[in-house]
């Protein structure tokens, strides 16, 4: 009879061994890793939803870093409209209370503090958050608003800044004498009369030649209390009939009805180049000498023989000098200071606005854009492209899969265009220091630039753009947190389905660990088995 061998007889003994060496494995590295296994085949039916459980713990992931990179960049442009409101407070307090004594500049200490404050203001709106500028929509690899010096003083090559488009309106608007302000003061056909017109010729860069002219005082209306005068509101002189080009504009009053009394009075409104008016009130008196902005009535020579009544002509005379001198004080002062606003306003439109034809301007009738080739281009950035385009939406974050949040923003956005423009405007004036108009000139611009960096009803400012920021991260936290709350939610689902129960595992180790030592002591007895030990 045949005697096998043990190993033969005892082959499902190591079969059992290597299972139990492989149950051991598994458990000590579901220990180790924290989970059941390593790749989903394992999981079973738990499989799919695990794997759409990363997927949205991937997303809510990919969610936050937006959310802190669009917070980082929120929280950098928003540093930046902190110091361009403190700006608009500090130039406008210099504006309120600056006086009208000049340096040896020609400027006066309000001005020097705006062109500290120009200088801070263009960097604010080149501002960065890595290398993406804030102020330029979409464009965010260009700084959006070009240097300041350069938008002071252009390149020294042919393109001009600020400062040379202010003195070539000054000229196209102040004009030269006798025309001061570009309007001609002149007795008409009734000798007790006193006209005021504009000057201007048909712009000759229109077809067919067009009038007026943008530049100079523009009548607006008269009034009187002179009993017995008769005035002519603003109209053609003489009319003409379309499609000729249009006269110049004029008014009058006539003294028809006789010399003035002491008190009455004559007012001449004017509108100016930017937007606002002007008065010149000239009031009849028999004081000598004549009191400002006053003009002398004729009052004859009782004492002559014969005696000479008042003569409502040398009035009249009186009156058209008076009229003449007040003008040339208005053009010299609040003019030019309104041509320096407009100037800035020419600037900062696109495309910018040049005072046609050659140097001197005096006579200067329209208006040419300008070109990156003969002037400063003052925004670089990007330019709405629709009506429905726009600052804030320039910029689109998904924050998650149904929400997104807007953040752009440009530097040519209304409240920062009139920051800039004005502040720019304040620091580029000078005025000569011999000029016996500076002091109109100065109270004109301060009072100007005051009332332009005021909040104005109906217009955008610079708190209406950190109110959408706000609106932003409100809309950012208010989702992160319930991403946060959603992704604690699903990451206790994802343990439930990979995760392990240490104390389980723990505790099927140690039966495996006592089962596989009993296995091992049995076989190796089995193993040392021979037919000799058996009998």
Same mark, same amino acid.
């Given at each position: 009879?045949?005697?096998?061998?043990?190993?033969?007889?005892?082959?499902?003994?190591?079969?059992?061994?290597?299972?139990?060496?492989?149950?051991?494995?598994?458990?000590?590295?579901?220990?180790? &890793?924290?989970? =059941?296994?390593?790749?989903?085949?394992?999981?079973?039916?738990?499989?799919?939803?695990?794997?759409?459980?990363?997927?949205?713990?991937?997303?809510?992931?990919?969610?936050?870093?937006?959310?802190?990179?669009?917070? %980082?960049?929120?929280?950098?442009?928003?540093?930046? *409209?902190?110091?361009?409101?403190?700006?608009?407070?500090?130039?406008?307090? +210099?504006?309120?209370?600056?006086? !009208?004594?000049?340096?040896?500049?020609?400027?006066?200490?309000?001005?020097?503090?705006?062109?500290?404050?120009?200088?801070?203001?263009?960097?604010?709106?080149?501002?960065? !958050?890595?290398?993406?500028? *804030?102020?330029?929509?979409?464009?965010?690899?260009?700084?959006?608003?070009?240097?300041?010096?350069?938008?002071?003083?252009?390149?020294?090559?042919?393109? +001009?800044?600020?400062?040379?488009?202010?003195?070539?309106?000054?000229?196209? #608007?102040?004009?030269?004498?006798?025309?001061?302000?570009?309007?001609?003061? !002149?007795?008409?056909?009734?000798?007790?009369?006193?006209?005021?017109?504009?000057?201007?010729?048909?712009?000759?860069?229109?077809?067919?030649?067009?009038?007026?002219?943008? $530049?100079?005082?523009?009548?607006?209306?008269?009034?009187?209390?002179?009993?017995?005068?008769?005035?002519?509101?603003?109209?053609?002189?003489?009319?003409?009939?379309?499609?000729?080009?249009?006269?110049?504009?004029?008014?009058?009053?006539?003294?028809?009805?006789?010399?003035?009394? #002491?008190?009455?009075?004559?007012?001449?409104?004017?509108?100016?180049?930017?937007?606002?008016?002007? &008065?010149?009130?000239?009031?009849?008196?028999?004081?000598?000498?004549?009191?400002?902005?006053?003009?002398?009535?004729?009052?004859?020579?009782?004492?002559?023989?014969?005696?000479?009544?008042?003569?409502?002509?040398?009035? @009249?005379?009186?009156? =058209?000098?008076? *009229?003449?001198?007040?003008? =040339?004080?208005?053009?010299?002062?609040?003019?030019?200071?309104? !041509?320096?606003?407009? @100037?800035?306003?020419?600037?900062?439109?696109?495309?910018?606005?040049?005072? @046609?034809?050659? +140097?001197? $301007?005096?006579?200067?009738? +329209?208006?040419?854009?300008?070109?990156?080739?003969?002037?400063?281009?003052?925004?670089?950035?990007?330019?709405?492209?629709?009506?429905?385009? &726009?600052?804030?939406?320039?910029?689109?974050?998904?924050? #998650?899969?149904?929400? %997104?949040?807007?953040?752009?923003?440009?530097?040519?956005?209304?409240?920062?265009?009139? /920051? /800039?423009?004005?502040?720019?405007? $304040?620091?580029?004036?000078?005025?000569?220091?011999?000029?016996?108009?500076?002091?109109?000139?100065?109270?004109? /611009?301060?009072?100007? /630039?005051?009332?332009?960096?005021?909040?104005?009803?109906?217009?955008? %400012?610079?708190?209406?753009?950190?109110?959408?920021?706000?609106?932003?991260? @409100?809309?950012?936290?208010?989702?992160?947190?319930?991403?946060?709350?959603?992704?604690?939610?699903?990451?206790?689902?994802?343990?439930?389905?990979?995760?392990?129960?240490?104390?389980?595992?723990?505790?099927?180790?140690?039966?495996?660990?006592?089962?596989?030592?009993?296995?091992?002591? &049995?076989?190796?007895?089995?193993?040392?088995?021979?037919?000799?030990?058996?009998?």
């Amino acid at each position: 009879m045949a005697i096998d061998g043990v190993s033969g007889r005892t082959s499902y003994i190591g079969s059992g061994i290597l299972n139990l060496r492989s149950q051991l494995e598994t458990l000590t590295e579901q220990l180790a &890793t924290g989970r =059941k296994s390593t790749t989903y085949a394992d999981l079973g039916a738990g499989r799919s939803l695990t794997i759409g459980i990363r997927a949205q713990l991937s997303n809510y992931q990919a969610y936050a870093d937006t959310a802190v990179n669009v917070n %980082t960049r929120i929280n950098v442009a928003n540093l930046a *409209l902190e110091r361009l409101n403190a700006i608009n407070s500090t130039v406008k307090g +210099a504006a309120v209370s600056a006086g !009208s004594t000049l340096d040896n500049t020609g400027q006066t200490a309000g001005q020097k503090t705006a062109l500290l404050n120009f200088y801070d203001t263009v960097d604010m709106l080149n501002a960065q !958050s890595g290398d993406r500028y *804030l102020f330029g929509g979409r464009s965010t690899d260009n700084p959006p608003v070009e240097a300041a010096d350069k938008l002071l003083n252009g390149d020294g090559a042919g393109v +001009a800044g600020l400062k040379q488009l202010i003195n070539e309106r000054r000229e196209a #608007d102040v004009g030269a004498a006798p025309n001061w302000g570009r309007v001609i003061v !002149s007795t008409p056909a009734s000798a007790t009369a006193v006209q005021i017109g504009e000057d201007f010729a048909a712009n000759p860069y229109a077809v067919p030649p067009v009038g007026p002219s943008p $530049f100079g005082l523009k009548l607006s209306a008269i009034a009187t209390t002179i009993t017995g005068a008769v005035i002519t509101q603003p109209t053609e002189t003489p009319p003409t009939v379309p499609p000729a080009a249009p006269n110049p504009e004029a008014m009058s009053i006539d003294l028809v009805g006789g010399n003035p009394t #002491d008190g009455q009075n004559v007012s001449f409104t004017f509108d100016l180049p930017d937007g606002t008016r002007e &008065t010149i009130t000239l009031t009849a008196s028999t004081a000598t000498p004549v009191p400002v902005n006053g003009f002398a009535i004729d009052q004859g020579d009782p004492l002559a023989v014969p005696p000479v009544a008042p003569d409502p002509v040398k009035t @009249a005379t009186n009156m =058209k000098a008076a *009229l003449t001198e007040a003008v =040339k004080q208005l053009a010299n002062g609040p003019l030019a200071a309104a !041509s320096a606003i407009q @100037a800035g306003a020419d600037l900062f439109s696109q495309p910018p606005l040049r005072v @046609a034809g050659t +140097a001197p $301007f005096t006579a200067a009738t +329209a208006q040419v854009a300008g070109t990156a080739n003969d002037t400063v281009i003052w925004y670089t950035g990007e330019n709405p492209t629709s009506p429905g385009d &726009t600052a804030r939406g320039s910029a689109v974050a998904k924050i #998650d899969d149904n929400i %997104t949040v807007q953040y752009g923003a440009r530097a040519n956005e209304q409240a920062l265009r009139t /920051l /800039l423009q004005n502040v720019a405007v $304040f620091a580029a004036v000078t005025t000569n220091i011999t000029d016996v108009n500076a002091s109109g000139k100065i109270a004109g /611009l301060n009072q100007r /630039l005051a009332q332009n960096l005021a909040v104005i009803p109906g217009t955008q %400012t610079i708190q209406n753009i950190q109110a959408d920021f706000a609106g932003a991260q @409100a809309s950012i936290k208010t989702t992160t947190d319930r991403q946060t709350q959603s992704k604690s939610i699903s990451q206790t689902l994802l343990d439930s389905i990979e995760g392990i129960n240490n104390d389980e595992v723990a505790t099927k180790i140690l039966a495996l660990q006592t089962a596989l030592q009993a296995s091992y002591q &049995t076989t190796s007895q089995l193993y040392q088995m021979s037919l000799v030990k058996f009998l």
